[in-house]
């Protein structure tokens, strides 16, 4: 069965700095790969999402993804962040079919003035 | 405008007493899910629905039950033998040719 592990549960970045949030899974073939972001007290919104093709992937809200087969990883990325983007962040992994998506334990962004 | 809807946003109920979240979508999809969230721990699967009249336990089904009588519709009851049930209730769907789920706002049930 997949899973997925970010080891950050907390990052604090300055307004305008850059951000990585990393996430490793581990699935014995191609797997989904997905980010969503949660503010507080919503539900989980669809950053970006990975299947096949092109290892760079461009999400919503400026944010992007790389997903590299040989390090078990799909870091997300944004070159500038800004105030709004302080919320959770949640990695997960599916298995293609309806039934299995596994999400890691999130990390908590928190975006300094 | 097509989305997922949970009510109610907030649930208070005593120990010992069973309460039903409701999880309604007009996105037309096939699958719907519940899951629970816990601080530090991430999303845990509950229940899943892929079509109507039928339902599979996920990773923590134990004190809960769903039914799936209308496509639109994924009820969730939380029971007294759930030995844990304050939390934060998630339900999600996805369309039978997607692979990512879609998210409601969540429900947040507090019992005392």
């Known amino acids: 069965a997949q899973s997925v592990t970010q080891p950050d549960i907390h990052i604090t970045v300055s307004e305008g700095a850059s951000l990585e949030l990393r996430c490793n899974y581990s699935y014995g073939a191609t797997p989904y790969l997905f980010w969503y972001v949660q503010s507080p007290g919503q539900g989980l919104q669809l950053l970006l999402k990975y299947f096949s093709g092109d290892t760079l992937v461009q999400g919503i809200k400026g944010f992007e993804a790389e997903f590299k087969r040989s390090q078990s990883s799909f870091n997300l990325r944004k070159p500038s962040v800004h105030w709004s983007d302080a919320a959770e962040y949640f990695c997960?992994?599916?298995?293609?079919?309806?039934?299995?998506?596994?999400f890691g334990a999130g990390t908590r962004l928190t975006v300094k003035p | 405008d097509g989305g997922i809807t949970q009510s109610p946003k907030y649930l208070f109920r005593k120990e010992g007493q069973n309460v039903t979240l409701s999880c309604e979508q007009n996105?037309?999809?096939?699958?719907m899910y519940w899951y629970r969230q816990d601080p530090g721990q991430g999303l845990r699967l509950i229940y899943y629905?892929?079509?109507?009249?039928?339902?599979q336990k996920g990773d923590i089904a134990e004190g809960y039950s769903v039914s799936r009588e209308k496509k639109e519709s994924f009820p969730l009851t939380v029971t007294s033998a759930q030995k844990n049930p304050t939390a934060f209730y998630l339900c999600?769907?996805?369309?039978?040719?997607?692979?990512?789920?879609?998210f409601g706002p969540g429900t947040r049930l507090t019992v005392t």
């Open positions: 629905s892929q079509i109507v009249n039928d339902f």
């Open positions: 999600a769907s996805m369309s039978r040719t997607g692979y990512e789920q879609y």
């Open positions: 997960a992994v599916g298995a293609g079919n309806n039934n299995d998506m596994r």
């Open positions: 996105l037309n999809h096939d699958a």
